[in-house]
């Protein structure tokens, strides 16, 4: 007889499930937990999101059903993620120790990234709890496509991803190219493998937001009306590579004698700080600081604006294993030109929700760009086409397929 689903622990513990995206190491990941947890509550089932406490312990309801607790491990204040490792065992302990404490069990133990399944692994397996792991990157996936002078993923990690991998009850990835990686390089047995693809919230970001929005973004970011806007949306990182949007505005500025305005919102990574100034001095070398809006990290209320002001969004990542900002950008009717690779092949549907680019040269991106902006009726179509697709992603159909691996695993 199967077992009703009640409560679900997802841990996440290098970062704060309800920290801004954008800022700091929140991104998609954070989104995603959130979204799925909303969800999840929404029918019923009780949520613990867990994570390490930056300053004291605290519990904070976030919503009906959904309960956020900060757990105190290693010394107060923030941690590079290099140092996470180094207080796994401790934070698994308060985990375990919060889990005597909850009414009744908890039915299913979600870790997010390798180093919430290093903490509780251990804790699952003491406590009899079937495991799901999600690691949303992939070390060795991310070690084929660095940059020059990009520091590799660790061997501890690359390891650590391994046995987490032959362990867990479950694996969900969000993309296929995921699981090709999960399979090659992390050798995941495949019968433990499920491909869940996020969704997009549609109310939010959609292409019928009001011009008032539009004007309100136009005004803060000084863009006058009617000039074309590309945005570029994420933590400002190498691996994101934001330095190749500059390069192929710059482009587009030598091909036309002008460029539209460039929107890079987002914080800089922990570590990143000195590429996110890198970016500002190249700007300014190239000529085209004046084109360029540093934004920051934005609310993602704000960021709906910026994706439905914008008329291309680039996603210039070197890899990704999905691409949320790529869906987003669809719901938003606005075309999407990312480098073609990793699960953006999946986020992007070539011809429909934008165009995918082989290259990393940027005088490719600049053609590829110019050929958008110059097609006012193809723009308008894909822009429709784009809507559409991203329409067939819903936060609703990923937490369905999510429960079913819940309770496969406790039948």
Known sequence: MAVKLERVAM???HTSPIAPAGTGDSGGMNIAILSIAAQLAHR???VDLITRAIDRPAVTEVAEGVTLHELAAGPVGELPKSR?????????????????????????????YWLSGLATLPVALELGLPFVQSFHTVAAMKNRTLGAGQPAESEQRVRTEMYLANQASAIVASSSAEVTALIDDVRAPTERLWVIPPGVDVGLFSPTR?????????EQLAIAPGRPIIAVVGRVQQFKDQELAIRALAELHAMRGWAPVLVI????TPGDEGYAASLRVLATELGVR??????GAVSREWLANVLAAATVTLVPSRSETFGLVALESAASGTPVVAFRGGGLVESVSAGV?????????????AVTIAQLLDDAAGLETLSLSARHFAEGFTWA????????VYAGLLS
Do not use: K
Request: net charge negative; charged share 30%.
């Open 11 to 13: 841990v996440s513990m």
């Open 290 to 295: 004046d084109d360029v809006r540093f934004a």
């Open 265 to 268: 919102a987002g914080d800089a």
């Open 44 to 46: 019923g089932i009780e």
């Open 397 to 404: 159909s990923s937490t369905t397929a999510l429960i079913g």
């Open 210 to 218: 009001t011009d008032a929005a539009e004007l309100a973004v136009r």
């Open 84 to 112: 996470l490792p180094e207080v796994a065992d401790e934070f698994g302990e308060a985990v375990a120790d919060l889990a005597g404490r909850v009414e009744g069990r908890y039915d299913v133990v979600h870790a997010h």
């Open 353 to 365: 929700s934008g165009l995918l680019v082989d290259s990393r040269e940027p005088r490719v991106w």
